[in-house]
Each structure stands twice: as C-alpha cells, then as structure tokens.
C-alpha cells in the first residue's frame, strides 16, 4: 500500500468538511469564490477537528494530574542516579522511570496525543491544498466532492493578494511572502504564549524540576524555530489551519488555567484569591470530586507500593464504603491552610 492509498481517508474526510462549511457559508450569502470564504471553510474544518478531541483533552488533564502524584519518586530516582553518568547508570535510570510509568498507568508523552491524532488530518490538507491546480486542470481525480470546477475555484481564491495554495518558496508576489511570514509569527506566538503561561502559571514548584522540565522549556524556545523553517513549505492554507488550531489550545489552555488549575500552581492561588475577594467558596462540588479523585488515585498507588504516604491520606468516598469508615474531605489547598466554606459556586 503506498503513501498516497494511506492517506487518501483522510484527504476524503477533510475534504468533504471543507465542502460542508464553504456550501453552510455561500448559502448564508458569502460569495463562493471569494478567499475569505474558503479560509474560513478551513477555520471550520479546525473547530470540527478540536472539537471531537474534547474528550482526549479531558483524559489529558486526568494524566497530568497522576503525573504530578508521582513527581516525588521521580526525583527520587533522579537523586539515587545524581552524579552518575556512566551509560549503565543511566540505563538502569531510565529502566526504572520507564518502571515507574508502567506502574502508574502514566504517559509523560500524553500532551502530544492531540497533534498526533491531527497530524494526520493536517497532511491531508497539505495534500489536498497542494493538489487543487491538478484537480482544477482534470490531471488528478477530484477528493470527494471538490469537483474540477471547486477546486479550480479553491485555487485561484486570494486572501491579502496570496493564493491559499501560495507557498513562500519559489513565491512570485511579495504578497505571498507578507502573509507567510505574518502567519508564522502569529503560529510562533500563540504557541509560545499556551506554553508559557502552562509552565509561569499552572505548575507546581516541584513539577519545574527534573529533566521533563527541562525538556518542557527547551520545547517553549524550539517550536517557533521549527515553525519559521518548516512553515516556508506549506501552502498559505494549511498556515492558517496551523495558526487557528494553536489558537485553540491557547484560549482553551487559558480557559483551564484559569477555571481548574493544578493542585499547589500559582494558578491555583491566583483563583483562591479571587474567590475570597468575591465573597464565594474556594471549592465548587466539581472540584471537590476532582480532589476526591485524585486522592483515590494516590491511595491505589501508595497500596501498589509505587508512591509512597508523606502524609495520612483522606478517604475517598468508594474507599470509604469498602472500609465502612466515613469520608473525610480534605481541605482546599490555597496556599493559606484555610478551609473552604462548603455549597456550589463558581469563579
């Protein structure tokens, strides 16, 4: 099976989705032939795409929690094997931190699922953007329903003077080599920006230390350079659905920074604070069963024997009806020691 019959689904899938918001968009009385039009069908296709990995995103934050529960015996591992650089000692490092994931059901890769499962859709839109003046000329048969006409249609549409299938190398117009460039700043900046605001606001202390987060900071510096020379050889079109889904992720990271921060970030303390100048509750229910939940996952590893108990641990409520005992709620941490009032509310 060759590359082409691999990826053929998802060129079909994207192009039927940019199909399905360029018809909603002409019958709201866009014109058909217009760029904006075509580029917004490619916004369209993104918030499509983000929106069926929502659960993926949910699942996310679920593993950077457990994470975060087992950042002790990671720098217990790391302290044990401190000063050692010797290839066997760092074998048996990463054999035990490999160990340790295992155990812990924990995927220090787990952010990277969401541009995994993209990537493919994202080369089919290379692909399809890059074949639209064969599609248009009938020396490619048409993806789905982009027709000869449709696609001759896509190709010849211009946002700002460049076509959605201009790309920067070999450019003709300074119009074209403005728009790349202005994209990829903006791609660099809002990925720049997701990124430190995750590592400035919404990570504890403790998770800043180790070689994870050391590789998290190199990444912050090294995506814009990978953006700035990969970005010179995709199509004007697939920039922008490059640039609106790191706009996703930015607001949508902003969103749970500021509504469900880390246990012990900054974040966390920043919301505490609001809510007391507020007059509301420092816990919603919501974040009440998160808590209760993130005790249960350390109570199932301390028992597997993979963390261990720094300090007595509450009761979840399922612990608590197998042990006949009743539940304790622990208190909010919010930087202060106090005890949130008990009701609903929100930030």
Not at 323 to 345: C, L, M, N
């Amino acid at each position: 099976m060759s590359f082409s019959d691999i990826m053929y689904p998802f060129e079909w899938i994207v192009a039927w989705i940019m199909y399905l918001w360029h018809s909603g968009l002409t019958a709201i009385g866009l014109p058909e032939a217009n760029g904006w039009t075509w580029t917004l069908s490619i916004v369209g296709l993104v918030l499509v795409m983000r929106a069926a990995l929502i659960p993926l995103f949910v699942k996310q934050i679920h593993a950077s929690r457990k994470m975060q529960l087992i950042q002790p015996e990671m720098q217990k591992i790391q302290k044990k094997y401190k000063g050692k650089k010797d290839p066997e000692s760092q074998q048996k490092m990463q054999q035990e931190m490999m160990s340790l994931y295992r155990e812990t059901g924990t995927n220090p890769l787990a952010s990277c699922m969401p541009i995994l499962i993209q990537s493919p859709f994202f080369f089919g839109l290379f692909r399809v953007l890059n074949g639209l003046d064969e599609m248009a000329n009938g020396s490619k048969q048409q993806i789905g329903p982009l027709t000869s006409e449709l696609a001759a249609q896509a190709e010849s549409s211009t946002i700002f003077g460049a076509k959605l299938s201009d790309i920067f190398l070999g450019a003709d117009s300074v119009n074209v080599m403005i728009v790349t460039v202005v994209l990829i700043i903006l791609m660099s900046a809002t990925t720049f920006t997701t990124q430190h605001q995750l590592m400035r606001k919404n990570m504890p202390a403790a998770a800043l230390e180790g070689p994870f987060a050391q590789q998290q900071k190199i990444m912050l510096y090294l995506f814009p350079i990978i953006f700035a020379v990969s970005g010179v050889n995709f199509p004007i079109g697939v920039l922008i659905y490059w640039f609106t889904t790191n706009l996703w992720t930015m607001l949508q990271q902003f969103y749970v920074i500021r509504r469900m921060p880390a246990p012990g970030s900054a974040a966390e303390k920043a919301m505490h604070e609001r809510r007391r100048k507020a007059g509301k509750p420092l816990d919603t229910p919501e974040e009440r069963r998160e808590r209760e939940h993130d005790v249960e996952m350390a109570e199932e590893l301390a028992e597997k024997g993979v963390i261990s108990r720094q300090r007595a641990q509450p009761k979840g409520k399922k612990r608590a009806k197998k042990s006949g005992s009743k539940t304790t709620q622990p208190a909010p941490r919010d930087g202060g020691g106090s005890t949130a009032a008990t009701g609903g509310g929100s930030d």
